[in-house]
Every structure is written in structure tokens, then in C-alpha cells.
């Protein structure tokens, strides 16, 4: 453009009546917004978390999730598996919850633990499924901290990441894809790396939690888990709210250790802290949508304060917006089977 219409158009903008910048124009309808949409969501991009409880015929809600249940590694685990399947979803996040807990977490790395048999069950049945398991004490320990308790009552990080590399390496055994780690200990990643390259078990990939913050949002878990630590809190080995230069250290650090893929948890409270990981790391980036962020909404529905099928799209949409390439959400099935129904009713109209 010259200067001579550059300043025309200035002027014809500066006019009230002004015809050219109408950002409206785009929004007239449904096909033009979605033609114009930036940020979309695909059932590939979601990982589904799942509760495993030791036992048979299990599927029980859990009150602070509503919606949400435990299952045992049988016949009730495979018809949640293939709902998950049936909408599109590729992969599942596994969370073990055994009937005995002691120090040690020693199921954690049972070959026969519920977590193992969960594995070995869905690569049975749907061999296609990633299956992710979480790599943590804290549901297996009678304490509930995330790793191993020493007399003065410190968590011990060394000792720990020897125990996080051999629940990986059983995890590994029994069929997972992926490993993720969710501790907070120091060189966790690099731990399991080396257990996993020396037990033959070099294709296992592994997720970083790599930025986990200390959060409220966890509650409703620790009640899914009943892993609340009975003393004490986490904030010695979990992140601090306050630090977002932090986050891209610890990135770091699993990066160099190892990591095929990164993470930020919770993602709501977090989402700059996304944006600053995806600007300056190329690595497949998670973002984990914890059980706070749900049991919020769910809550607020319940009241009537608001529409939850529009708040659980603006939230999603919100954390992909800030960069996160994946998912980790218990709001996968519902946000997905809503999205058909509603296709299916505008065809039919
Ligand atoms: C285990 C773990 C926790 C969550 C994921 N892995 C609990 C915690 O750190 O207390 C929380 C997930 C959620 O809230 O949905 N360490």
C-alpha cells in the first residue's frame, strides 16, 4: 500500500460508519466460526485416567468425582476400555489402588500388583490402546507420601527413584507403553531410564510429570486414591505455585534424563506455565486437567450455576490454546459422546 492509502483506509476507519474492520463478519454463523476456529480438539489427544481397585465385579463411583469410577482388572475394566476405544480415544492413564499398603509400597512392583494385571488385561483385549501407567508410591504406601519415609520422616529421593525404576520395570513387564512419573524426586526420570535400558525394556517410552506443582486441586484424587500423606504435605518434593522459571529447569532436567515426553499439572491455574514450556521445548507436550478442575465444574453444574457441556469446551479448548498437545482428563468420555449426540441431532434436523 502507499502512504497516500494507508492514510485513506486509516481514515475510513476512524469513521464511525466504518465498512472495513468487522470482525463480525466472521462470526455470522456456525460454518464461518468453525471455517475460522484456531484451536481444535480431537479424541486423539486425550488421555483418559482410570482407577484400578484390587478385586473382582468392581465399578464403583467415586463421591468426590461424580462420574468417575474405580474398577477392578476384569470384565468391568474391559467394558469401560471399550467405550474409551469406541469414541476414538488412544490412550489411558492408570492409577493402582491395592487392597494392602505398607511402607515400602511393595505392590507397586507385585508383578501380579492391580496395575500390572490392568496392563496385561487391556493389551489382551485391545492391543491397539497405549497404556500409561503412573509411576508414584503414594496410593501403595501405608504413609501416603511418594516415596520412601526415612526415621526423622523425610522423604529419601535416592532410595526413592531405585523403587520408582523398579515399579517402572514391572509396569514395563507386563505390556505399557509408556511410563510416566509422577514423584517429584529428583533425576526420577533418569532412575527409570537406566532401570528400564538395563532390564531390556530400551522401547519403553517415558511421559515426565515434569512440572508438578503442590495443589489443591488434587483433593478429589487423594479421596479416588485415599492416598492423602497422613503426615506432613508435599511441598518439599511438588512444586511451588509462585515459580514459573522453575518449571523450565525441571523440563530441563527430565529432558536431559531422558524424557520422551513432557508435562504441566493441574493445567487451569497453569496455563502460562503451559505456554512458557511450549515456547521453549520441542517435545511432545501433556497437560493435566486434575481432578479438582473437574470436581469444580461438576459441583457448579450440580447448583445449576452453570452449563457444564459449554464450560468443559471452553476448558479444554483453553488448555490447548496455551500449547499442550495432549490432554489428561476425566472429561474425555463425557466431552466426546456429548459432541456425537449433538452431531447426530443437527443431522437429524
Ligand atoms: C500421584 C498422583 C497424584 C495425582 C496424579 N498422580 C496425586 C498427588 O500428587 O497427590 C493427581 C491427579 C489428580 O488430581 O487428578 N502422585
Not at 468425582?65 to 476414538?88: T, W
Not at 480415544?89 to 500390572?116: E, M, R, W
Not at 506432613?232 to 514459573?244: E, F, I, T
Not at 491455574?269 to 511450549?278: P, T
Request: proline letters at 4%; glycine letters at 6%; one cysteine or more.
Amino acid at each position: 500500500m502507499t502512504k497516500l492509502e494507508v492514510s485513506k483506509k486509516l481514515e475510513i476507519n476512524r469513521n464511525e460508519n466504518s465498512v472495513i474492520s468487522r470482525p463480525r463478519r466472521l462470526r455470522l454463523s456456525e460454518g464461518i466460526r468453525s471455517l475460522v476456529a484456531e484451536t481444535e480438539i480431537t479424541p486423539k489427544q486425550f488421555v483418559v485416567p482410570i482407577f484400578i481397585k484390587e478385586g473382582s465385579g468392581i465399578k464403583e463411583e467415586i463421591s468426590s468425582m461424580p462420574g468417575v469410577f474405580r474398577f477392578s482388572p476384569d470384565s468391568s475394566l474391559d467394558a469401560e476400555i471399550q467405550e474409551i476405544n469406541d469414541l476414538g480415544i488412544k490412550a489411558v492413564l492408570l492409577f493402582g489402588l491395592p487392597k494392602k499398603k505398607d511402607s515400602l509400597g511393595s505392590n507397586a512392583y507385585n508383578p501380579d500388583g492391580v496395575v500390572q494385571q490392568a496392563v496385561s488385561r487391556i493389551k489382551q483385549t485391545y492391543p491397539e490402546m497405549v497404556v500409561i501407567c503412573d509411576v508414584c508410591m503414594c496410593e501403595y504406601t501405608d504413609h501416603g507420601h511418594c516415596g520412601i519415609v526415612n526415621a526423622q520422616g523425610h522423604v529419601e529421593n535416592d532410595r526413592t527413584t531405585e523403587f520408582l525404576g523398579k515399579i517402572a520395570v514391572s509396569q514395563a513387564q507386563s505390556g505399557a507403553d509408556i511410563v510416566a512419573p509422577s514423584a517429584m524426586m529428583d533425576n526420577q526420570v533418569l532412575a527409570i531410564r537406566q532401570a528400564l535400558v538395563s532390564s531390556g525394556f530400551e522401547r519403553t517410552a517415558i511421559m515426565g510429570y515434569s512440572s508438578k506443582y503442590s495443589s489443591s486441586f488434587y483433593g478429589p484424587f487423594r479421596e479416588a486414591a485415599s492416598s492423602a500423606p497422613s503426615f506432613g504435605d508435599r511441598k518439599s518434593y511438588q512444586m511451588d505455585p509462585s515459580n514459573v522459571r522453575e518449571a523450565i529447569r525441571e523440563t530441563e532436567l527430565d529432558i536431559e534424563q531422558g524424557a520422551d515426553m513432557i508435562m504441566v499439572k493441574p493445567a487451569l491455574s497453569y496455563l502460562d506455565v503451559i505456554r512458557a514450556v511450549r515456547e521453549k521445548f520441542n517435545l511432545p507436550l501433556a497437560a493435566y486437567n486434575v481432578s479438582g478442575e473437574y470436581s469444580m465444574i461438576k459441583a457448579a453444574a450440580r447448583n445449576g450455576w452453570l452449563e457444564e457441556s459449554r464450560a468443559v469446551e471452553e476448558v479444554l479448548t483453553s488448555i490447548r490454546r496455551a500449547g499442550a498437545d495432549i490432554i489428561i482428563t476425566y472429561f474425555a468420555k463425557e466431552f466426546l459422546s456429548n459432541r456425537q449426540d449433538s452431531r447426530v441431532g443437527s443431522r437429524g434436523k
